[in-house]
């Protein structure tokens, strides 16, 4: 039987024979994948000649291409179409493959070849990825004794065991709860939302409609919903994902801190947060945390003139109730609705999904010259679609959107690779892949929120960060960059959905086919920080506590812990952290943001200075501040350090004021 991962893929846009992949072929390619990448990496590590960069870390970067390709393609599926036994092969394949890393990295033979690679006549891409490979062995490892080098071969293995039990059992929780609606439990929604319910009950076999634990599903019913009881019932559940029964995660929560802090400690870091953000752009955990600090007070402080003005809403109104974080999200609409004529329900049908699709390809057009054509593929899954970008005619990679919630699916969104650019194996170009949790309508459009709107344009600035890289070596190509830097793409990117020029030209009834009126763009930009003193709360709470729990003393009780630190900021009773600890798959299902989701807001320091910069021009599109945004980072990768890329294109530190001022927690106007 012939496997299709194996062989380098036949469609002219590089993309799998999803038809032909079943579950079992990933067992075996994993197994080919893994031989061949240390056969790869034996080879280098026993090279009698003189290490050199092309027979070192040339020959490092050409290993693993297989093992590569399969992975991306294995963990994608995972993550957006999971089954029992792709769970099965998950849970293998975890701990199999931080082995391998570990072996990898704690080679002291390879090590000492990439330590006595010269570096004089490097270019300075050369000397950049000759740098990072050095501080990837030794963050790894490679300079502890005999012991160490076990004790952290052994570490990372549980780790990644950890992360996928963490992960899965988020999942189980997502897709086996449920709120059972009949008609009369529908009062205040609207049709959206009744028709992405009835959508959700059909695919769960029950009759009438269906609240899951999908954010596409939750937060539109505490906004709509008349029914405080099942408000609440729906919110409890939701906050309360990864801490009940056989899917308690709050014990792997636990183990996962100790064994991260023991790697920190055997690395000669005080603790995981001090180790983690050392080659970050923050440097030290107190830097993080002082940047949330200046953010907390000030939107504490607007929360409670927030929830001063809801409590009084709810005396209006006769309600005998205290505000509960049940309700926010339901009287702050009916809050926005007084203050600024605006109803998410009416705002709603601007945003279908192809308009807003529209809207993204054309911002890439006028910035970048970039243009996107749809193809006839067959992918993953039958709601998935993908598109060719070119430029002036030529193939610069294809994009991969997979917009749906269903209940194979983590919940949230995300940006992937299935393809890294590169040019030291030929000039190869990404294949990036959106993946979005939206309701989908059981009919026609699929309207989205604003805030989806902003959603999918954040996951397409990722994307354009991957399809605009051009580098020579695969592992600083796109998205490969600090982790607190790699959020700037994004979150720069959501800017230009609410510019007057995109609204006006995209943002159209869908019924109709109307532009959104002058008024209603108008009111939609009035009203973008309102609200915000609960955003930011419910986020600076998440990124205190992730912050927290790295930097102390191993526990039994994170989520006890959890509690101690929200005391201990004053975290308002009537708002929750967006991310619990139990469920907070961002920290713990992997490693990628654990002691790093302040990033989001060091990250958004410097997209609001980064628009400025168009703005500053009187042009948001100005196509000359667009080449250097391209040129320093874009296309860049991680070719220099984050301060460095990010001097290069502004000329000076980011200056918080502009965020500040975004957010609506300090005086100053944003540009019309």
Not at 201 to 226: K, Q
Not at 336 to 348: G, I, T, V
Request: aromatic share 8%; proline share 5%.
């Amino acid at each position: 039987m012939t496997n299709p991962l194996l062989d380098a893929p036949a469609s002219p846009h590089g993309l799998p024979d999803w038809p032909a992949i079943r579950p079992a072929h990933f067992r075996e390619a994993f197994d080919a994948a893994l031989a061949q990448a240390r056969a790869e990496i034996a080879a280098v590590a026993a090279n009698p000649a003189p290490a050199t960069f092309v027979n070192t870390i040339e020959a490092l970067e050409r290993s693993g291409a297989t093992l590569e390709r399969v992975a991306a393609l294995f963990f994608s599926l995972v993550g957006t179409d999971s089954t029992p036994e792709l769970e099965a092969i998950q849970t293998e394949m975890a701990p199999r493959l931080a082995r391998f890393s570990s072996e990898t990295l704690l080679d002291q033979g390879l090590f000492a070849r990439v330590e006595a690679v010269p570096e004089d006549g490097l270019t300075a891409e050369q000397a950049r990825v000759l740098t990072l490979a050095r501080r990837r062995f030794v963050r790894a490892g490679a300079r502890l004794d005999d012991a160490g080098r076990a004790r952290m071969g052994e570490i990372m293995e549980r780790l990644a065991a950890l992360g996928v039990k963490f992960g899965q059992n988020l999942l189980a929780d997502e897709r086996g709860w449920a709120l059972a609606l009949d008609e009369a439990d529908l009062d205040g929604l609207p049709d959206f939302l009744i028709d992405a319910a009835a959508g959700a009950a059909r695919e769960r076999g029950m009759a009438g409609w269906a609240i899951t634990l999908s954010r596409s599903l939750i937060e539109p019913f505490l906004t709509f919903s008349t029914r405080r009881d099942l408000r609440e019932t729906a919110f409890r559940a939701w906050i309360a994902r990864g801490e009940q029964g056989e899917t308690d995660n709050r014990a792997l929560v636990a183990e996962t801190l100790r064994l991260r802090r023991e790697r920190a400690n055997l690395l000669g870091f005080r603790d995981y947060a001090a180790y983690k953000l050392d080659p970050e752009m923050a440097k030290t955990p107190e830097a993080a945390r002082d940047l949330m600090l200046r953010v907390w007070a000030p939107a504490k402080a607007r929360a409670a003139e927030e929830a001063e003005r809801l409590r009084a809403l709810i005396a209006e109104e006769g309600g005998n109730h205290p505000l509960e974080p049940w309700d926010w999200r339901f009287y702050a609409e009916k809050v926005r609705r007084a203050d600024y004529a605006l109803d998410e329900a009416a705002l709603k049908p601007h945003f279908p999904l192809s308009g807003v699709l529209n809207a993204a390809f054309d911002v890439a057009g006028r910035l970048f010259d970039l243009s996107f054509r749809e193809i006839d593929a067959a992918l993953h899954h039958a709601d998935a679609r993908a598109w060719e970008a070119t430029r002036g005619g030529v193939h610069v990679g294809v994009l991969v959107g997979d917009f749906f919630n269903r209940a194979s699916k983590r919940s949230g969104a995300w940006c992937g690779s299935w393809r890294r650019q590169e040019k030291l194996r030929g000039d190869v170009r990404p294949v990036t892949q959106i993946v979005c949790n939206f309701a989908k309508a059981g009919a026609g459009e699929t309207l989205l929120t604003f805030d989806d709107a902003r959603t999918l344009f954040h996951e397409f600035g990722h994307a354009l960060h991957n399809l605009l890289s051009d580098v020579t070596y695969p592992s600083i190509a796109g998205t490969s960059v600090a982790r607190d830097f790699v959020e700037l793409p994004s979150q720069l990117y959501e800017h230009w959905l609410s510019t007057p020029e995109t609204l006006k030209a995209h943002a159209r009834h869908v019924r109709t086919g109307a532009p959104m009126p002058d008024a209603l763009i108008g009111k939609l930009r009035a009203a973008e920080t309102f609200n915000q003193g609960f955003a930011t709360v419910e986020y600076a709470a998440s990124a205190l506590v992730d912050l927290a729990l790295h930097a102390a003393e191993p526990m039994d009780d994170p989520f006890a812990f959890e509690a101690q630190v929200l005391a201990e900021i004053g975290m308002p009773a009537e708002i929750t952290p967006r991310h619990r600890t139990p469920h907070f798959a961002h920290v713990f299902s992997g490693e990628g943001y654990a002691a790093g989701y302040y990033s989001y807001m060091w990250s958004e320091v410097m997209d609001a200075d980064a628009f400025a910069a168009f703005e500053e021009t009187g042009d948001p599109f100005d196509r000359e501040t667009a080449r250097r945004l391209e040129a320093a980072i874009l296309s860049a990768g991680g070719r220099e350090e984050a301060d460095a890329a990010w001097l290069a294109f502004r000329g000076r530190a980011p200056d918080p004021q502009a965020m500040l001022v975004k957010r609506g927690l300090a005086p100053g106007r944003r540009a019309a």
